[in-house]
């Protein structure tokens, strides 16, 4: 006797159908595209609240062309006391590193991920930022976020920030170094040499991405 699997499950499936959507919303919450997203939207809200806008200008997600492809910064904030470019982390567990390390270890429980050291990570974009604008590297302070509940177990340099007190240590920097003509001209050069936000430029830049990181093969003679 044949049995129809179908009509086996289907009471069972009626009953627990909306289940479906809760697990795939359940995973891409625990995705690291997802993840990234709800860092970058946190500091962008708290500094929103913390950082006045007549005082530092507000640029987010900047995609720019460089000589390796693109580059892409989550956030930078012009003032009077220079530019901040943002990396955000949202990362949980307990975080080991020092800022000569080339790459950090994030353990969550018997769990170990190692990552790109990001004071590096966003060397290349202070870097690149300085060579666009034709400005010293001076004015131009790094900043890396951790907004998740990451705990550091190593000693951090001051720049490596939670989102408790990232704003608190922008707002250290009270020597005036830019006038507001500077300031609406760095802006500007930024707007212009950014690729448009959205899709299809994330798109390329993951491709950048992948051609920078994939080693290249060996040949046999």
């Known amino acids: 006797m044949s ?7 289907k009471p069972l499936w009626e009953q627990l159908w909306w289940l479906l959507p809760l697990l795939v919303l359940a995973a891409w919450l625990q ?14 809200t708290k500094a929103h609240r913390k950082l006045p806008a007549n005082i530092y200008q507000a640029l987010h997600d900047v995609t720019l062309p460089d000589g390796a492809g693109t580059t892409q910064i989550d956030h930078i904030f012009v003032s009077p006391y ?5 990396e955000t982390k949202n990362y949980k567990g307990w975080i080991f590193g020092t800022a000569r390390d080339a790459q950090w270890t994030q353990t969550t429980g018997c769990y170990k991920h190692r990552f790109q050291n990001p004071l590096r990570q966003n060397h290349r974009h202070t870097a690149c930022l300085t060579a666009l604008l034709g400005i010293h590297h001076d004015l131009v302070h790094s900043v890396v976020v951790f907004t998740g509940n990451a ?15 990232f704003d608190q240590y922008i707002r250290s920097f009270r020597t005036v170094v830019l006038t507001g003509q500077e300031i609406q001209t760095i802006c500007q050069a930024i707007a212009s040499a950014r690729l448009a936000p959205g ?3 994330n798109a390329t830049h993951r491709q950048n991405l992948r051609k920078r990181h994939v080693a290249p093969r060996r040949h046999r003679s």
């Open 31 to 44: 995705s690291p595209r997802c993840k990234g997203w709800l860092g970058e939207w946190l500091i962008k």
């Open 151 to 165: 705990r550091f177990k190593t000693p951090m340099p001051a720049n490596v920030c939670t989102l408790g007190n």
């Open 199 to 201: 899709r299809a430029t």
């Open 82 to 86: 220079g530019l901040f470019v943002l």
């Open 3 to 9: 049995i129809d699997i179908f009509t086996v499950f």
